[in-house]
């Protein structure tokens, strides 16, 4: 059976599994998706919400005109050129560059493959990377996304006849870090001595001004949304006793130790010794800390590029819940670039915590779930796993209608375009061998993960709007 053959079917049979689903919903049903966070866990059973469950709300009732960027026709603020956030009544949009008021419904790591059968798959199928690229920002178009988040390969999806929306990401302190030779690989992201990165050391705002002009060759691009400064720097809660207890005999560590000896003197007088930290004083310097690498990427990147959003280095650990950091990103980020795993259902009450903190809206921009439909193992990975492909879309809507209630989220990256390969393994250790794409890698969409997705985006604006009407909503 021919590829074109192959997905024909995977549709027809997707198409008929939402009906399905829908039909159940219809009859009141109670919908519950299995997950587990790992292979060796076992099931648990968590209530799951899709359009289909919203009272009055009438999926693709209300037709939404878009500009060429995706953003609405009908709802306008002012018009800068380049993307910008803005609050409109008691929501935060992003604005497009024509006004449009805007919603980032973007992916993650759009991409041609980089493993042998990736690029073997991609000749096959497209012949070369202008027609695969040319082909993906179409699919993600025809389901509904307008955008490309962190590791997206912006400047080819850029020269295709219908771009889409992207963002870049800029690594300022793994760079720095390395360069110092205070880093090291761990799952997911980059780690550094004693999880400290050296933000205190005086060098780190010169690199930042140099390694910032590379940011000159989009500054004037109105498709480019923001730019991310890092990925997942550790921000646990004892930050302030490892900064205390980093080496400072050592040079490349002794600016962050010397930085909280002050810190805490001046806080807490100058005998006060690490038996006299408090959980307050811990968030404190965490917020301090956060604060302090903000100012100085941000001002780097706005000398080069004042034009575009700044999303700061997306925070993922347990400083999603910390007053403080937010309190810093705010003073500095148009908008705060969140990675949030570990709920099926995104919390209310957290998401508006960190608006309130910040001031500012905030874009998710990594979640997902795996397949055990498929030969991959499932063992890597932060995402769920559930049974099947048409559960990862009942996922999708379930998570995307708590962020579109909450009135803040501005966006969301699902991670990722494509599956990772067993066979590479010079990728990160948190990608080897898990269902985390919109396709496979051979570039074959999952057709009943595509169809939730597609029917969510359609109605995007139509359940912005559902929700800003409904009395007591959050």
């Not at 007053?323 to 148009?334: E, H, I, M, N, V």
């Amino acid at each position: 059976m021919s590829l074109n053959a192959r997905t024909a079917v995977l549709l027809c049979l997707a198409g008929a599994a939402l009906l399905f689903a829908c039909a159940a919903v219809a009859e009141n049903a109670p919908l519950i998706v299995k997950a587990k966070s790992k292979p060796e866990s076992q099931w648990k059973e968590y209530p799951t919400r899709t359009i289909d469950q919203l009272p009055d709300f009438k999926p693709d009732a209300a037709k939404v005109s878009l500009s060429k960027y995706g953003g609405r026709l009908d709802r306008k603020a002012d018009a800068t050129g380049f993307f910008h956030a803005k609050k409109v009544g008691d929501r935060w949009w992003l604005v497009d560059p024509e006004g449009g008021l805007f919603i980032h419904v973007g992916v993650a790591t759009v991409g041609p493959g980089s493993s042998a059968a990736m690029k073997t798959a991609l000749k096959e199928k497209f012949g070369d990377q202008a027609k695969w690229a040319a082909a993906t920002t179409q699919l993600l178009w025809d389901n509904g996304f307008n955008g490309a988040g962190a590791w997206s390969s912006g400047p080819l999806l850029r020269e295709t006849p219908r771009p889409v929306a992207y963002t870049l990401i800029w690594n300022f302190m793994s760079t720095f870090g390395k360069k110092k030779a205070l880093t090291h690989q761990q799952p997911g992201h980059t780690g550094y001595v004693n999880d400290c990165i050296p933000v205190f050391d005086p060098d780190f705002p010169a690199f930042c001004d140099e390694h910032a002009k590379a940011l000159a060759a989009t500054k004037d691009d109105p498709w480019l949304v923001g730019h991310f400064s890092d990925n997942e720097m550790p921000g646990m809660k004892n930050l302030l006793d490892k900064f205390l207890s980093l080496d400072a005999t050592q040079p490349s560590q002794a600016p962050g130790h010397r930085a909280a000896e002050e810190w805490l003197a001046k806080r807490k007088g100058k005998d006060a010794s690490a038996k006299d930290i408090t959980d307050e004083d811990r968030d404190e310097f965490r917020g301090y800390v956060f604060e302090k690498y903000f100012e100085i990427t941000t001002k780097a990147i706005r000398k080069v590029d004042p034009n575009h959003i700044c999303l700061g280095s997306r925070l993922h650990s347990n400083e999603k819940t910390s007053p403080a950091t937010f309190r810093g990103a705010g003073k500095y980020l148009d908008a705060i670039a969140v990675n949030y795993y570990g709920v099926w259902t995104p919390d209310a009450q957290t998401v508006a915590n960190w608006t309130a903190w910040s001031g500012r809206p905030v874009i998710i921009t990594e979640w997902y779930t795996k397949g055990a439909d498929t030969p991959l193992k499932n063992s890597t990975g932060a995402g769920w796993i559930v049974p099947t492909q048409n559960d990862r879309g009942l996922f999708y809507e379930n998570y995307t209608l708590a962020l579109l209630e909450s009135k803040t989220i501005v966006g969301w990256h699902w991670f990722k375009y494509m599956d990772n390969d067993p066979e590479d393994l010079s990728t990160d250790p948190s990608n080897r061998d898990s269902n985390k794409g919109l396709v496979n890698i051979r570039y074959e969409p999952y057709a009943p993960l595509m169809q939730h997705m597609s029917r969510l985006n359609r109605n995007v604006y139509a359940l912005a709007d559902y929700f800003d009407s409904r009395k007591g909503n959050p």
